[in-house]
């Protein structure tokens, strides 16, 4: 069953009849039933696409955050062939909110790495709902280097709420694994590219996303902190978290035209969770279009156009 956000009641209103319709179609066929259904489908889908073409900074939040959306065993499912996953940071443990490996894309030799939220009750257990702990950013490093060794580009796809804030990760730290996998982003001699697929949360985020070049998809978000956590500090109150989201310029939107990210990936009608295929194939292409960007260009090159990418941020404000 589809599951709705709580300002999409008139497009649930919508499907309902038109699900009722089909299943008394279904018992007595009629050019009459058929013909309402088509009208009903046609003001639904229209009713999604106005919806959608006005999404408050808050409402794309949720479109980001969910549960059905497209996460990264499936993006590598739909875009990287001879998946090798590749487990452990060598010093502590394996943490499975981040997922890493070897793997061919469209026929060229790329590391994958990415946040893992799981998609029911005991993958998101398992996997921390993407939260990732020190030994996890720690493991990203070790893949990336990896990748460095053996001139193999990297990609990155980002979806979490934020890095894992317990006590044991602080004590681990969490600070220092999240500044080192930033550091070692700027330094790779091979092309490294990030897709905001969901959530961009934070330090979190920013561990793996500090890339040559950043996608995002349409209604994702790509933020300092969360909504509600930004609520908190700047007002003592997470209730306000509507008002965070508004202020906080956490859109795709919002973040190309600051020079923050460098390309949106447009999405299906109605989110990417209506239309995985569509949306792993729209962000393939676009991670191919990135990719030939660096084609030719030597280690240094790389290295100099993304140091010079990121200390050009703000300049323009």
Same mark, same amino acid.
């Given at each position: 069953?589809?599951?709705?956000?709580d300002?999409? &009641?008139?497009?649930?209103e919508?499907d309902?009849?038109?699900?009722?319709?089909r *299943?008394?179609?279904?018992?007595?066929?009629?050019?009459?039933?058929?013909?309402?259904?088509?009208?009903?489908?046609?003001?639904?889908?229209?009713? =999604?696409?106005?919806?959608?073409?006005r999404? =408050?900074?808050?409402?794309?939040?949720?479109?980001?955050?969910?549960?059905?959306r497209?996460? @990264?065993?499936?993006?590598?499912?739909?875009?990287?062939?001879?998946?090798t996953?590749?487990a452990?940071?060598?010093?502590?443990?394996?943490?499975? %909110?981040?997922?890493?490996g070897?793997?061919?894309?469209?026929? &060229?030799? $790329?590391?994958?790495? *990415?946040?893992? &939220?799981?998609?029911?009750?005991?993958?998101?257990?398992?996997? /921390?709902?993407g939260?990732?702990?020190?030994?996890?950013?720690? &493991?990203? $490093?070790?893949?990336?280097?990896?990748?460095?060794r @053996?001139? $193999?580009?990297?990609?990155t796809?980002?979806?979490?709420?934020?890095?894992?804030?317990?006590? *044991?990760?602080?004590?681990?730290?969490?600070?220092? %694994?999240?500044?080192r996998?930033?550091e070692?982003?700027?330094?790779?001699? $091979?092309?490294?590219?990030?897709?905001?697929?969901?959530?961009?949360?934070?330090?979190?985020?920013?561990?793996i996303?500090?890339?040559?070049?950043?996608?995002?998809?349409?209604?994702?978000?790509?933020?300092?902190a969360?909504?509600?956590?930004?609520a908190?500090?700047?007002?003592?109150d997470? /209730?306000?978290?509507?008002?965070?989201a508004?202020n906080?310029k956490?859109?795709a939107?919002?973040?190309?035209?600051? *020079?923050?990210?460098? +390309?949106?990936?447009?999405?299906?009608?109605?989110?990417?969770?209506?239309?995985? +295929?569509? =949306?792993?194939?729209? =962000?393939?292409?676009?991670l191919?279009?990135?990719?030939?960007?660096?084609?030719?260009?030597?280690?240094?090159?790389i290295?100099?156009a993304r140091?010079?990418?990121y200390?050009?941020?703000?300049?323009?404000?």
């Open positions: 069953m589809r599951s709705y956000l300002f999409e &009641k008139q497009i649930a919508l309902e009849k038109i699900a009722e319709l *299943g008394v179609s279904d018992q007595n066929a009629s050019p009459a039933i058929s013909g309402e259904v088509e009208r009903l489908e046609a003001k639904a889908d229209q009713a =999604t696409r106005d919806l959608y073409a999404l =408050t900074p808050w409402q794309k939040t949720q479109v980001a955050r969910h549960p059905a497209p996460h @990264f065993k499936d993006y590598v499912a739909g875009l990287i062939s001879e998946f996953p590749m452990g940071d060598r010093k502590f443990a394996e943490d499975e %909110a981040v997922v890493g070897l793997g061919r894309f469209r026929g &060229k030799p $790329v590391m994958v790495i *990415g946040h893992e &939220k799981g998609s029911d009750t005991e993958s998101r257990i398992r996997h /921390n709902f939260m990732a702990r020190p030994e996890g950013y720690r &493991k990203a $490093v070790r893949l990336m280097e990896l990748a460095d @053996f001139n $193999v580009p990297v990609i796809l980002v979806d979490t709420a934020g890095a894992y804030p317990g006590i *044991g990760a602080e004590e681990r730290g969490q600070a220092e %694994a999240i500044a996998s930033t070692c982003c700027l330094r790779l001699g $091979v092309a490294n590219v990030a897709v905001i697929v969901g959530e961009g949360g934070s330090g979190g985020a920013v561990a996303a500090t890339a040559s070049s950043v996608l995002m998809l349409e209604h994702a978000i790509y933020t300092v969360s909504p509600e956590a930004s908190s500090i700047l007002w003592r997470s /209730n306000r978290a509507v008002d965070a508004t906080m956490i859109t939107q919002d973040l190309l035209r600051l *020079g923050v990210i460098d +390309e949106i990936i447009g999405e299906p009608v109605g989110g990417a969770h209506r239309d995985h +295929e569509a =949306t792993i194939r729209s =962000t393939g292409d676009a191919a279009r990135a990719l030939a960007g660096f084609a030719g260009m030597t280690r240094q090159q290295c100099a140091r010079q990418k200390l050009e941020m703000g300049r323009d404000l």
